[in-house]
């Protein structure tokens, strides 16, 4: 039996009625990870003996007969800007290389606490800021299903994981679409959660109004699971919403009877590839065959979305990153002769391109003189984004849905020197972020070539259960995500 | 409006970043192409329109003021690029006077 093609539900059933031990699951991952990630390269760092100790450690509560969480002895993947006490956080960073955090993320403790077995940290675009994994200064993931092509990102290495079969789940975080955009480059679900659905205590901060930490799965029922088992309130975030987690699971019925879905023209435009369009066009007539009520709607200021995000997430990444100045952790430059000239070379050093166009783009519409030009008109923009979203929600629209990249996976260097082309690749997702509202992107489809093609849903705020049951129904009518990367 | 080589610098300064003279070119390079492509933002009426800075209305939450452990300092200079661990605190150059 392979393990590693498992369901995460499938593992977790094995696990607790002793069918197969933890430690077993865990090693048939580690061996998994040794035969493939060399190819791959989803992993920055693989925590293989830790990984041992807590199945093992699952493994003696099921022996005693204690109870055990709903993750127990189910491995995941964690991407590498989530703090794990005691390993090694990059960040896909040069700047944070060596920095072993003292303390774990909220999410890191709430997954042990449900049993999980952190396999490792998974690659990266440096702090986020990316499309494809290639701004990592560690090295470049591989798409599974062409490993000529990219993951996506900024999370490739935890979606790159999951689709070889080197984890059944793994977390990301979403600024603009950095776990939908490669959840469908890697035919995965993936989900950004509503703002302030999880806590981010403990994620490495990019843009700190549009983060959010997500889950990655093969199929909903296991991404309903990750999630509910991340979310909930954090006295340590103040952002996160003193509000009941669900069991997202629950509400999988398979019926989407009724349910009103709205197609926005402006996310089947020009510079969405016409296999996609037909893709997710033809999803949409699935869900319009099982019930669903389907119309045409509009969302008149999306073509204000990226202009205004990037402006907003470099404004406030070239504050968060300001922390980065060779003193408390990470790179020091050597031989500076005075602080200034520390920070300042510390930070050449450390930071990569488009780090530093970032932080740039975000100091310039943040300086005297440019602010109202930029920073305000942006945030005037961002208002009239989320107007647009909640007047379809007011007009009883339950769910939006639109491709989630306007193409598959592109090649690898194909896009790398073209920073304009690079983010236009997350033109459709940018928007859930602005709105602070849930997305889910699932597979709808794959391109002639065998490349899957992704499907976004968006919904009101806290809609994830809509959204994961729609997700659901149109997985229960199609097998799109029961295909696996040829590796 | 272009920034000029001179403006990208003034800001290099305020980012804290040594940009090196390649750099510099590059980054007025890709930050004019940037703003020329988002240029219609400033053509959007956004007369008695409010900012928005948070997707959900976020408020200052309070706690009882109630002192809790921290972590302790061994652990916080660990990180440390260069520390006194004796004085128990991080090594930075000389800032104030000779």
């Known amino acids: 039996m392979d393990l590693h093609t498992l369901t995460a539900h499938e593992l977790a059933e094995k696990i607790k009625s002793r069918d197969v031990s933890a430690r077993a699951v865990t090693d048939a991952f580690l061996a998994r990870i040794e035969a493939v990630d060399g190819d791959v390269k989803a992993f920055v760092t693989v925590t293989a003996d830790r990984a041992r100790e807590t199945a093992d450690a699952v493994d003696r509560r099921l022996a005693a007969g204690e109870e055990v969480g709903p993750l127990a002895g189910v491995p995941v993947a964690l991407k590498d800007n989530l703090c794990t006490e005691g390993v090694e956080t990059t960040c896909g960073s040069k700047i944070l290389r060596g920095f072993v955090p003292p303390y774990n993320a909220t999410v890191v403790d709430k997954l042990l606490g449900a049993g999980a077995v952190s396999l490792g940290k998974a690659n990266m675009d440096e702090f986020a800021m990316g499309s494809s994994t290639e701004n990592s200064a560690l090295f470049t993931t591989r798409n599974p299903w062409d490993l000529s092509r990219v993951p996506g990102g900024s999370s490739g290495g935890s979606a790159a994981a999951v689709a070889a079969g080197e984890a059944p789940l793994a ?22 959660p509503t703002y302030g659905r999880v806590s981010r205590y403990g994620l490495v901060a990019f843009a700190s109004s549009l983060d959010q930490i997500g889950p990655f799965a093969r199929n909903t029922r296991d991404a309903a699971l990750l999630l509910s088992v991340i979310a909930g309130h954090d006295p340590c975030d103040s952002t996160s919403v003193p509000r009941p987690v669900p069991d997202y699971r629950a509400g999988l019925n398979g019926d989407v009877r009724g349910l009103r879905l709205g197609v926005p023209s402006q996310y089947f435009a020009e510079g969405i590839a016409p296999n996609v369009q ?77 780090v530093k166009q970032r932080i740039m783009i975000g100091t310039y519409a943040l300086s005297h003189g440019y602010y109202d030009a930029f920073y305000l008109k942006a945030q005037q923009a961002r208002t009239l984004i989320q107007r647009d979203f909640a007047a379809c929600w007011q007009s009883g629209i339950d769910a939006l849905v639109t491709p989630t990249a306007p193409s598959v996976a592109f090649g690898v260097g194909e896009k790398a020197d073209d920073p304009l082309a690079m983010k236009l690749s997350d033109i459709c997702t940018l ?57 | 409006m272009a920034l000029t080589r001179e403006e990208v610098g003034r800001v290099a300064v305020l980012a804290r970043l040594a940009l090196t003279h390649d ?30 800075s948070h997707a959900v209305p976020v408020q200052a939450t309070l706690r009882e003021d109630v002192a809790r452990p921290s972590l302790p300092r061994e652990a916080v200079l660990a990180n440390g690029p260069q520390v006194d661990p004796e004085a128990g605190g991080f090594i930075v150059p000389q800032v104030i006077g000779e």
């Open chain 1, 171 to 192: 977390l990301g975080s979403d600024t603009g679409g950095s776990i939908r955009q490669p959840a469908a480059f890697c035919g995965l679900v993936g989900v950004k």
């Open chain 1, 278 to 354: 037909a893709a997710v066009l033809q999803a949409v007539e699935l869900l319009e065959s099982l019930g669903a009520k389907v119309e045409t709607v509009s969302l008149p200021y999306t073509e204000y979305v990226l202009p205004a995000y990037y402006i907003l997430a470099p404004a406030e990444a070239s504050s968060n990153l300001a922390r980065y100045d060779g003193v408390r952790y990470g790179h020091r430059t050597t031989g500076a002769r005075d602080h200034i000239g520390l920070f300042e070379k510390t930070r050449d050093e450390g930071f990569g391109a488009e």
């Open chain 1, 431 to 487: 928007s859930a972020n602005m709105a602070g509202i849930p997305a889910l992107s699932q597979c709808c489809g794959f391109s002639e070539d065998g490349l899957p093609i992704g499907l976004q849903l968006m919904g009101p705020a806290f809609s994830e259960e809509t959204l994961l049951r729609i997700a659901h129904a149109y997985e229960l009518a199609t097998d799109w995500h029961t295909r696996r990367a040829p590796l």
């Open chain 2, 23 to 52: 750099e510099t070119d590059r980054l007025t390079h890709h930050l004019n192409d940037l703003l020329g492509q988002f240029a219609h933002l400033q053509e959007l009426d956004t007369e008695d329109v409010p900012p928005t």
